[in-house]
């Protein structure tokens, strides 16, 4: 079955340190994975996907099929990156009643001064 | 300015009776969907609806109901027949079902007393 983890519930680092956001997904078909953020008192939002390839906010992420993982990284972590953060993995191409994203159940990043 | 809205965003209801939530969206998208969001739980697919007039079950779909009488609007009725109804529950929509890239609306926190 499809499914997302994510190990870590919270996850707490200094400000300047790097910081890695776990994500493991289970899925038979073609993966499409992408990173949600949630920062206080705001909508939970795309921060970017792995089909893109890109850098948003300092962060990027690399779908690694071997380890079925797709890891978000950031070298240097600012007090503004403290927020929910939630990984899905798109099941469109598996199809069954799942609908269009899978998310895992989020970890709170805490970026401490 | 565009986006999601969703009514209440609190909401009281005594055991046995039913409540809708709102979402209306002007962002002209086909698809949308409603997700509950519990603490330690991520999101969970209620329903989702690729077109006007369709909508399908998602994972934890008893207990509740939707209508897509029109491209904009996608409310939720929470019935007396779901037994935990106390969450948070999130509205989103994509520029159709192959999109992982929802836009979600600020939530409505239903709670039962």
């Known amino acids: 079955a499809q499914r997302v983890t994510q190990p870590e519930k919270l996850l707490s680092v200094f400000k300047g340190a790097p910081v890695e956001l776990k994500c493991n997904y289970s899925y038979s078909g073609s993966p499409e994975l992408f990173w949600y953020v949630q920062y206080s008192r705001q909508r939970l939002q795309l921060l970017l996907r792995?089909?893109s390839r890109e850098s948003i906010k300092g962060f990027t992420a690399d779908l690694n099929k071997g380890e079925t993982s797709f890891h978000l990284k950031k070298p240097f972590a600012q007090e503004e990156d403290s927020a929910m953060y939630y990984c899905?993995?798109?099941?469109?191409?598996?199809?069954?009643?799942?609908?269009?994203?899978?998310f895992g159940k989020g970890t709170k990043l805490s970026v401490k001064p | 300015d565009g986006g999601i809205t969703q009514s209440p965003k609190y909401l009281f209801r005594k055991e046995g009776q039913n409540v809708t939530l709102s979402c209306e969206q002007n962002l002209n998208h086909d698809a949308m969907y409603w997700y509950r969001q519990d603490p330690g739980q991520g999101l969970r697919l209620i329903y989702y609806s690729q077109i006007v007039n369709d909508f399908q079950k998602g994972d934890i779909a008893e207990g509740y109901s939707v209508s897509r009488e029109k491209k904009e609007s996608f409310p939720l009725t929470v019935t007396s027949a779901q037994k935990n109804p106390t969450a948070f529950y999130l509205c989103?929509?994509?520029?159709?079902?192959?999109?992982?890239?929802?836009?979600f609306g600020e939530g409505s926190r239903l709670t039962v007393l």
């Open positions: 792995h089909i």
């Open positions: 989103a929509s994509s520029i159709n079902r192959g999109s992982g890239e929802l836009f």
């Open positions: 899905a993995l798109s099941t469109l191409n598996y199809g069954g009643s799942q609908g269009n994203l899978i």
